[in-house]
């Protein structure tokens, strides 16, 4: 894999294993996909906090790997996940991707699948991701 073509860090597509849906897209440097590869949940490395995280490390929404592709350049992954838990969208939807243009209006399509204040604690009032 090419880390340095992008800072030392690769775009990570995540994708339900059973559904293809993709529920979000987050950023791994090596550490971050190793403790992936080794552990079988996904890491991600936070360009704000500068950190590696597990995601559901808060909420209890962790992702199990269960494939991971790379594409012809590799330098961006595709993994396939089971989710543990209802959703991944530190807002309360099973995907991130939750809203969709129409007739050049951003619309909410899905209904929340969980409420995010009875899971996140403080990031959620700062208004982070999670």
């Known amino acids: 894999m090419d880390f340095g073509k992008l800072g030392n860090i690769l775009p990570a597509v995540i994708q339900d294993d059973s559904s293809s849906e993709v529920l979000m897209v987050g950023f791994m440097n090596k550490e971050a996909?190793?403790?992936?590869?080794?552990?079988?949940?996904?890491?991600?490395?936070?360009?704000t906090k500068q950190r590696i995280w597990m995601k559901g490390e808060e909420s209890g929404h962790r992702l199990k790997t269960k494939e991971i592709w790379m594409d012809c350049d590799e330098d961006s992954l595709v993994i396939k996940v089971d989710i543990e838990g209802p959703g991944?969208?530190?807002k309360g939807y099973r995907s991130c991707f939750y809203r969709r243009n129409q007739?050049?209006?951003?619309?909410e399509i899905p209904s929340k699948v969980f409420d995010p204040s009875k899971v996140y604690q403080q990031n959620v009032k700062k208004g982070e991701g999670v």
């Open 33 to 47: 996909f190793s403790k992936t590869f080794e552990s079988g949940f996904v890491h991600f490395f936070s360009r």
């Open 88 to 90: 991944v969208c530190h």
């Open 103 to 107: 007739d050049g209006e951003w619309k």
